[in-house]
């Protein structure tokens, strides 16, 4: 079992910046790789960005420039960096994570809203 905790959301301008954080606990050895997904009003799930533990990256084409996801394996911690926010990029942000068995596991989400 893998166990998320995200943090860092809140309410920003347009144009500002917001640091989200997410922190694995229990069985981080089967991690092989985590990532940042984003769900607004009526909207599906979608993925903002995702990291493997050698450090690969991956984001979506709206996100690509402004954000930046990162990890710490010493603190087994993810973390998504968003710069010139929009107020379309306002949506609740959920950490996720696939072990090698792959088995999906999911933090509470975090509400990040940005106002025009």
């Known amino acids: 079992q ?3 905790v995200e943090s860092g959301g809140g309410l920003v301008q347009a144009g500002r910046s917001l640091r989200l954080s997410c922190a694995a606990s229990g069985n981080i050895f089967s991690i092989s790789v985590m990532g940042w997904y984003r769900q607004a009003p009526g909207k599906q799930r979608e993925l903002v960005a995702t990291i493997t533990r050698g450090g690969s990256t991956n984001y979506a084409d709206s996100v ?12 087994n911690t993810v973390y998504l960096q968003m710069n010139s926010l929009k107020p379309e990029d306002t949506a609740v942000y959920y ?5 090698v068995y792959g088995n999906d596991y999911w933090g509470q989400g975090t509400q990040v809203t940005v106002s025009s």
Do not use: E, M, P
């Open 2 to 4: 893998v166990q998320l």
């Open 64 to 75: 690509k420039g402004r954000f930046t996801i990162s990890n710490d394996n010493a603190k």
């Open 95 to 99: 950490c996720h994570t696939i072990s």
